[in-house]
């Protein structure tokens, strides 16, 4: 069956780093668009930073431009976000999800779930706190 598994999250200090993983199971993801979203406590979800199938092209949030990364590795099945100088703020369940033929734009978009050709994870808990 088709999976996604978030890993990475945990507690960090507040200016810290911390690496999170999508890998995928059952399917491929070099025709995907993906997507890193997140839902903090008491909020909607909303997107956090996609890439394009070809990693040519990313969208970031403008809460987190210039300090997270987003990137993959269609050879190890993988995509990454990097995030640096984390604020509490950032505090919040990381979701990854997959769609086919959609730009990195439209993907951020995406707010709710079960639309067609989509593949979501279970979410991985980032806690930034001193």
């Known amino acids: 069956q088709l999976q996604l598994v978030e890993s990475g999250g945990g507690l960090v200090q507040p200016g810290g780093s911390l690496r999170l993983s999508c890998a995928a199971s059952?399917?491929?993801?070099?025709?995907?668009?993906i997507g890193w979203f997140r839902q903090a406590p008491g909020k909607e979800r909303e997107g956090v930073s996609c890439?394009?199938?070809?990693?040519?092209?990313?969208d970031y949030a403008d809460s987190v431009k210039g300090r997270f990364t987003i990137s993959r590795d269609n050879a190890k099945n993988t995509v990454y976000l990097e995030m640096n100088s984390l604020k509490p703020e950032d505090t919040a369940v990381y979701y990854c999800?997959?769609?086919?033929?959609?730009?990195?734009?439209?993907?951020?978009?995406?707010?709710?779930?079960?639309?067609?050709?989509?593949?979501w994870g279970q979410g991985t808990l980032v806690t930034v706190s001193s």
């Open positions: 890439i394009s199938s070809s990693g040519g092209s990313t």
């Open positions: 059952g399917f491929t993801l070099n025709y995907y668009t």
């Open positions: 999800a997959a769609k086919p033929l959609l730009s990195a734009q439209a993907m951020c978009l995406i707010k709710t779930e079960g639309g067609g050709l989509e593949v």
